[in-house]
């Protein structure tokens, strides 16, 4: 094996390219190109069929389609396979590709149906993309680090053995940030993902990858994790549908990590779809496969069917939602404004109550994010990257040899004695946010306090690559605990989305924050997405709520 990390990289690279089918390789538009959505549809590798499948954008009838046999889960396999492989070639999304393997199980599948008449399980012939710290058995799980080139994972993650219990296909895995603590993807292994909408604008991370594969069709679903906005922001940027359950509501078990061991603020693991349909297909499919049997972390507790219809919310008939404009430090840029009234407008029209939600210690919960992040300083990014001796990221720019000026990365580790005190800060603040929601029972004509938050999921629709300025608005629900699934409304308008006059600035940061929008050509087609968060573990409620919400949307366009 190569004996540095450039050597490690280079003979990586070489034999993922050597795993992509040579005849799937296209011609790619030059770099001036920005929106490239429309490639795998025009290059002339995927056949009409294959198109067919690869665009139906309908989870639940996709699996409807592959238990009546009505297509098979070689050709579903085939046709995302294809997609996925010209999607890397337009964004470089991917890690690992093992078409071979996924082939041989999608037939073992197709084999089973005709000949017990009987689906595996919920998820039969579903292509399934994962992030690339997800382990399957065989597999290396480099996870952005050249430290962790050839280290092959022994056993399948607990998620992993669930989704093949489930009858999916595992056929791809997708790129991630090195230290996954960013809102963007770049790595030196892997190098950098880009946006498919305009190749100009980040992906989001740190489940970039899953975005911008999920963006082309090149899955139906993936699944990402989220530590303080890893599932969402890329949802955010690409347009996608993208859910944050609560703390162990899904099996992490197996699943590698950075800060191992860290469980003040957990990573979770979660959806990102172009439906929501497949959102709630995957919850259930993991609820129901009972996971608390093979993570010990999980909490007992299947799909419930009364939280998805609402019942301690009205059964749904007129929601109240809370509008959260801004957080108090930063004002989000034109097109997210444009989305929020939006959506305001949309739900009113629908009959449902909005009202303005004033944001509670959003500055002292974001303090304790990032001092949690920070506890133990940067011991655990240089005690993976010294093995190889590669560079440790500062930020996401292009390499540039002594960089500085990272974003979450400290030197200097807190006292455990410190740490318990950030700790107790966070409980006395979630129990403090908690009251806080409850009392806006004043606020609504329902009777309730508010059934959901309606908040920004970033302060832009998505932003130049290596500008990335933080996840403040996704992060806050991390800290909290709640629920939040990110939705699409619109995308930026060139006409629409002018700048605004300057305003009294909230912070520093908030200037800076303006300051970056400097003409909405600069974010041309990028998507605009907000994220609707609900209470602890109400992951059922939050997608039902969440098809109100779009079904509102939809209506008034």
Same mark, same amino acid.
């Given at each position: 094996?190569?004996?540095?990390?450039?050597?490690?990289?280079?003979?990586?690279?070489?034999?993922?390219?050597?795993?992509?089918?040579?005849?799937?390789?296209?011609?790619?538009?030059?770099?001036?190109?920005?929106?490239?959505?429309?490639?795998?549809?025009?290059?002339?590798?995927?056949?009409?069929?294959?198109?067919?499948?690869?665009?139906l954008d309908d989870v639940p =009838?996709?699996?409807?389609?592959?238990?009546?046999?009505?297509?098979?889960?070689?050709?579903?396999?085939?046709?995302?396979?294809?997609?996925?492989?010209?999607?890397?070639?337009?964004?470089?999304?991917?890690?690992?590709?093992?078409?071979?393997?996924?082939?041989?199980?999608?037939a073992w599948l197709d084999e089973q149906l005709k000949t017990t008449g009987k689906v595996v399980g919920p998820l039969h012939g579903l292509p399934v993309s994962l992030k690339d710290q997800i382990c399957i058995k065989g597999l290396e799980t480099v996870m952005g680090y050249a430290s962790w080139i050839g280290k092959y994972s022994e056993k399948d993650s607990v998620l992993t053995e669930i989704l093949y219990d489930c009858g999916a296909v595992l056929?791809?895995?997708?790129?991630?940030?090195?230290?996954?603590?960013?809102?963007?993807?770049?790595?030196?292994?892997?190098?950098?993902?880009?946006?498919?909408?305009?190749?100009?604008?980040?992906?989001?991370?740190?489940?970039?990858?899953?975005?911008a594969l999920i963006a082309l069709r090149g899955s139906p679903l993936g699944v990402g994790s989220d530590l303080g906005g890893s599932v969402r922001i890329p949802a955010s940027y690409n347009g996608l549908y993208g859910l944050r359950p609560g703390y162990n509501r899904v099996p992490y078990e197996g699943t590698l990590n950075t800060q191992e061991g860290e469980d003040s603020l957990p990573s979770v693991l979660g959806p990102l779809c172009r439906d929501l349909g497949g959102i709630k297909v995957f919850i259930q499919s993991v609820a129901s496969s009972k996971p608390w049997f093979r993570d010990p972390l999980v909490i007992r507790m299947p799909w419930l069917e009364d939280e998805y219809k609402l019942v301690e919310h009205g059964s749904g008939n007129k929601l109240s939602f809370g509008l959260l404009w801004n957080d108090g430090l930063v004002v989000p840029h034109p097109p997210i404004i444009r989305a929020l009234e939006m959506t305001k407008k949309a739900l009113l029209a629908a009959g449902h109550e909005v009202v303005d939600w004033k944001p509670y210690k959003h500055d002292e919960?974001?303090?304790?994010?990032?001092?949690?992040?920070?506890?133990?300083?940067?011991?655990?990014?240089?005690?993976v990257t010294s093995l190889s001796g590669e560079p440790l990221l500062q930020n996401m720019?292009?390499?540039?040899? !002594?960089?500085?000026?990272? =974003?979450?990365?400290?030197?200097?580790?807190?006292?455990?004695?410190?740490?318990?005190?950030?700790?107790?800060?966070?409980?006395?603040?979630?129990?403090?946010?908690?009251?806080?929601?409850?009392?806006?029972?004043?606020?609504?004509?329902?009777?309730?306090?508010?059934?959901?938050?309606?908040?920004?999921?970033?302060?832009?629709?998505?932003?130049?690559? !290596?500008?990335?300025?933080g996840a403040d608005y996704t992060m806050i629900w991390n800290c909290l605990d709640y629920t939040a699934l990110v939705f699409p409304v619109t995308q930026v308008d060139t006409t629409l989305d002018q700048p605004k006059p300057p305003h009294e600035f909230l912070s520093e940061k908030d200037k800076a924050i303006y300051n970056l929008y400097d003409s909405p050509e600069t974010y041309k087609n990028a998507p605009v997405s907000l994220q609707l968060v609900g209470r602890t573990l109400e992951e059922e409620a939050v997608i039902k709520m969440t098809e109100i919400v779009a079904a509102a949307l939809k209506a008034d366009s």
């Open positions: 094996m190569p004996n540095n990390w450039q050597e490690l990289i280079a003979d990586k690279k070489r034999r993922q390219q050597e795993s992509i089918p040579k005849e799937w390789i296209v011609q790619i538009p030059p770099d001036d190109v920005l929106d490239v959505t429309d490639v795998p549809r025009e290059c002339g590798l995927l056949t009409a069929k294959e198109l067919e499948i690869t665009e =009838l996709l699996l409807k389609k592959l238990a009546s046999a009505e297509w098979s889960a070689v050709e579903v396999t085939t046709a995302f396979a294809k997609r996925a492989i010209v999607a890397h070639q337009l964004t470089n999304c991917l890690t690992e590709i093992f078409i071979d393997r996924a082939l041989a199980r999608a056929y791809v895995r997708t790129n991630v940030p090195q230290t996954l603590m960013y809102p963007e993807t770049y790595n030196l292994v892997f190098g950098r993902t880009l946006n498919p909408r305009n190749r100009t604008l980040a992906c989001g991370g740190s489940s970039g990858g899953e975005g919960l974001y303090d304790i994010v990032r001092a949690m992040w920070t506890a133990a300083g940067d011991e655990d990014y240089r005690a720019e292009d390499y540039v040899e !002594g960089a500085t000026g990272a =974003l979450y990365l400290s030197d200097k580790a807190m006292t455990v004695y410190q740490l318990w005190q950030i700790q107790k800060k966070r409980i006395a603040l979630r129990k403090e946010y908690l009251d806080y929601w409850q009392s806006s029972v004043k606020l609504t004509s329902t009777g309730r306090p508010v059934d959901a938050i309606i908040s920004p999921s970033a302060f832009y629709a998505s932003h130049p690559h !290596g500008k990335n300025a």
